[in-house]
């Protein structure tokens, strides 16, 4: 699966964001679609994940300011960004997961967009 990925940006803190992220061919039967992220100099670490059932999750830090949503008829996963601060800047990664088991073969990437946010 070729991923397609836009919505990155220079923002103010407290501003939010909308990344989109699209996929190459239908996305009804791969199991999670969602978004990683990798400030400097730290590791890839989850942000949120969707199941083809609509099951959302969420890492603590983003709870409660991050929501993300799935079009199955678009080939398409959304993360609204709101209240964003600083320490969430970094380069945001989407990816599929086809059965939700975290082995890389099932995993695909899209390109990395960058999102900086200023205080």
């Known amino acids: 699966v070729q991923l397609q990925a836009s919505g990155g940006g220079l923002v103010q803190a407290g501003e939010s964001l909308r990344h989109t992220c699209t996929a190459s061919?239908?996305?009804?039967?791969?199991?999670?679609m969602g978004w990683f992220r990798q400030a400097p100099g730290n590791e890839r670490e989850f942000v949120a994940g969707?199941?083809?059932?609509?099951?959302?999750h969420y890492a603590n830090a983003v709870k409660g300011r991050f929501t993300i949503s799935r079009d199955n008829a678009k080939n398409t996963v959304y993360l609204q960004m709101n209240n964003l601060k600083p320490e969430d800047t970094a380069v945001y990664y989407c990816h599929t997961d086809r059965r939700g088991l975290g082995l890389k073969t099932d995993i695909d990437w899209g390109q990395g967009t960058q999102v900086t946010v200023s205080s």
């Open positions: 061919t239908t996305v009804n039967g791969i199991d999670v």
């Open positions: 969707i199941t083809d059932r609509g099951s959302a």
